[in-house]
């Protein structure tokens, strides 16, 4: 099942998370993922989370893919980078859905 990734976050330190951006592209890949958006954030006219200066939509070919990507020991050094390099980070996973059906039942 396809899953969407949505991450929403400030940029701490544009250094740090330029290092993951450039080396989590292709593990990204071999895993199943694809970034499909990057937003900066334009206005906040409504919700409970405070705005977050980033925005971020991975598509997931699957969970699996995901945590697979998140815990593989071979990519330790890596996901320091994103943890220094961003702030008040929020990560949401969302099935794929092909309309509003099983969300209105």
């Not at 292709?26 to 990057?38: C, D, F, H, S």
């Not at 919700?47 to 997931?60: F, K, N, S, T, Y």
């Given at each position: 099942?396809?899953?969407?990734?949505?991450?929403?976050?400030?940029?701490?330190?544009?250094?740090?998370?330029?290092?993951?951006?450039?080396?989590?592209?292709?593990?990204?890949?071999?895993y199943g993922?694809?970034?499909?958006?990057?937003?900066?954030?334009?206005?906040?006219?409504?919700?409970?989370?405070?705005?977050?200066?980033?925005?971020?939509?991975?598509?997931?070919?699957?969970?699996?893919?995901?945590?697979?990507?998140?815990?593989?020991?071979?990519?330790?050094?890596?996901?320091?980078?994103?943890?220094?390099?961003?702030?008040?980070?929020?990560?949401?996973?969302?099935?794929k859905?092909?309309?509003?059906?099983?969300?209105?039942?």
């Amino acid at each position: 099942m396809a899953l969407y990734a949505l991450n929403l976050f400030n940029v701490k330190d544009g250094e740090e998370y330029a290092e993951y951006a450039r080396r989590a592209e292709e593990p990204l890949r071999q895993y199943g993922g694809k970034v499909v958006a990057i937003g900066k954030l334009d206005s906040s006219p409504e919700g409970d989370i405070a705005p977050r200066q980033v925005m971020m939509l991975v598509e997931w070919e699957s969970k699996e893919g995901i945590y697979n990507y998140v815990n593989d020991p071979d990519l330790e050094d890596l996901h320091p980078h994103r943890e220094l390099g961003v702030d008040d980070f929020v990560w949401h996973l969302f099935e794929k859905l092909e309309d509003l059906r099983p969300v209105l039942k």
